[in-house]
């Protein structure tokens, strides 16, 4: 792979109840497990990151494939949900929906667009055979 960027973090404390830092001090957060598996919920966790992240990215690659097809994307959003539950196996698994909202764009574009733009994005590359990725296209 021709790397074009690398991103560090380091988590310290107890992980999920601990904090992250970027390697160059840009992003600091405290982290905490969440309410729903016995934490104490105050604090954000890896599984609201990575629905940021996946959603951000995606958002990318949409607005990449409609700049390739000369498509202007207006007040566009994608909205990220990761759930995490047992995988029967004595560890965790998760699963991913993306909720894609573009205005102003008629469905048969909208779906070829979010099929592109699954193909580009790296999350959905990564994530792509390894956990369920649900991607729904809505109005609002």
């Given at each position: 792979m021709n790397v074009l960027y690398t991103a560090e973090a380091l988590?310290?404390?107890a992980g999920r109840d601990g904090k992250v830092v970027t390697s160059d001090g840009s992003f600091e957060l405290g982290l905490a497990v969440p309410a729903e598996m016995g934490g104490s919920g105050l604090g954000t966790?890896?599984?609201q990151l990575f629905?940021?992240?996946y959603a951000a990215c995606f958002h990318s690659a949409l607005h990449a494939v409609a700049r390739g097809r000369k498509l202007k994307l207006e007040d566009s959003a994608v909205g990220?949900?990761?759930q995490i539950g047992p995988n029967g196996e004595g560890g965790y698994q998760l699963a991913v929906l993306l909720e894609v909202v573009l205005p102003g764009v008629d469905r048969a574009?909208?779906?070829s667009l979010t099929e592109a733009a699954h193909q580009v994005c790296p999350y959905s590359n990564?994530?792509?055979g390894n956990i369920d990725v649900a991607i729904t296209i809505t109005e609002d």
């Open positions: 988590s310290t404390g966790n890896p599984e629905a940021a992240g990220g949900r990761v574009t909208a779906e990564a994530t792509r």
